[in-house]
């Protein structure tokens, strides 16, 4: 079953309204921006052995946890940083997950250094097959398993299949040129 149908089968209605948000607002769309990018990472390594449910309802709390997941301040983040994340309840308190997003913050200053953009890294190993890419993430960043990898890039527009051909989602990302569309 797809998300797109899962949604409609949810029987409360408060967890159909959190997933069809994210689901006609989030999953799937282009995003251009690098924080933005880095904060779906941080998400999607945070939901490794866990629901995706859960996530999307601590998103305030990881904005919040993370400045709003700016990429220099995460990166200058020191031991007394580390043991704050860990200390808050409204977000994944698991320190190899906190140690990924501070490290991959590293990481990707230094992508940007070199490339200009975190996007300008994704575009510049586009397209590669799902496999090649698990390959390069773990080459390059912490915490980064096949399943995550697939879902951060299915949920910015790099792979494709976040949503069903038939789901009227699919043609608004269609609209918005994600990069699966250009092999």
């Not at 945070?46 to 990166?75: H, M, P, T, V």
């Amino acid at each position: 079953m797809s998300y797109c149908t899962a949604i409609e089968a949810m029987q409360s209605e408060e967890k159909k309204a959190l997933h069809k948000n994210y689901h006609d607002k989030h999953y799937g769309f282009p995003i251009h921006d690098d924080n933005e990018l880095f904060g779906r990472l941080i998400m999607e390594i945070n939901q490794a052995g866990l629901s995706w449910e859960i996530i999307l309802k601590k998103e305030d709390s990881f904005r919040k946890a993370y400045d709003n997941f700016n990429i220099k301040k995460i990166a200058a983040y020191t031991q007394k940083d580390r043991e704050r994340l860990l200390a808050d309840a409204g977000i994944i308190r698991n320190k190899l997950k906190v140690n990924a997003a501070i490290e991959n913050a590293k990481t990707i200053l230094a992508l940007q250094n070199e490339f200009g953009s975190f996007e300008k890294w994704l575009e510049h190993h586009h397209p590669k097959t799902k496999e090649e890419w698990v390959k390069l993430f773990k080459k390059t960043f912490r915490f980064t398993g096949g399943e995550i990898v697939n879902e951060f890039l299915m949920s910015i527009g790099y792979l494709q299949g976040a949503h069903s051909e038939n789901c009227p989602i699919d043609q608004q990302i269609i609209e918005q040129n994600p990069m699966w569309l250009k092999k």
